[in-house]
């Protein structure tokens, strides 16, 4: 368990400073600071519940994000404004796009796929 614990850990201190990076780099699409921040969800979702199995965690981390994205067609305005400073940016993004789900998806399928790879018995 506080080895899981310390993989995901791991993982977000690189995940976060890769999505900032990844918005100043030309040849990178948007959607890979998308993907890159779903991967970082599905970690933080993967200490929460470290006794579940990875596809608990990756339902829930999909479910996590795309609930994200959706709240993105809110347009309360506490809610927008917040939106507009550095941390509500980088917690709930801005404005909804249909390719952002497509990137969700493929993050939390790549780290999961990564988990699957790197923990014992496949994560079970």
């Given at each position: 368990?506080?080895?899981?614990?310390?993989?995901?850990?791991?993982?977000?201190?690189i995940l976060i400073p890769?999505?900032?990076?990844?918005?100043?780099?030309?040849?990178?699409?948007?959607?890979?600071?998308?993907?890159?921040?779903?991967?970082?969800?599905?970690?933080?979702?993967?200490?929460?519940?470290?006794?579940?199995?990875?596809?608990?965690?990756?339902?829930?981390?999909?479910?996590?994000?795309?609930?994200?994205?959706?709240?993105?067609?809110?347009?309360?305005?506490?809610?927008?404004?917040?939106?507009?400073?550095?941390?509500?940016?980088?917690?709930?993004?801005?404005?909804?796009?249909?390719?952002?789900?497509?990137?969700?998806?493929?993050?939390?399928?790549?780290?999961?796929?990564?988990?699957?790879?790197?923990?014992?018995?496949?994560?079970?």
């Amino acid at each position: 368990m506080k080895r899981r614990i310390l993989t995901s850990l791991i993982a977000i201190a690189i995940l976060i400073p890769l999505g900032l990076l990844s918005r100043h780099i030309d040849w990178l699409t948007e959607e890979t600071g998308d993907a890159l921040w779903a991967m970082m969800v599905f970690c933080i979702w993967h200490i929460i519940l470290v006794r579940r199995n990875l596809n608990t965690v990756a339902i829930v981390s999909l479910i996590h994000s795309y609930l994200t994205e959706f709240s993105q067609l809110i347009t309360w305005q506490w809610l927008t404004t917040f939106r507009t400073t550095f941390i509500g940016h980088m917690m709930l993004g801005q404005g909804f796009l249909w390719i952002d789900l497509v990137a969700l998806t493929i993050g939390i399928v790549c780290i999961y796929l990564v988990y699957k790879a790197i923990e014992p018995s496949g994560g079970e």
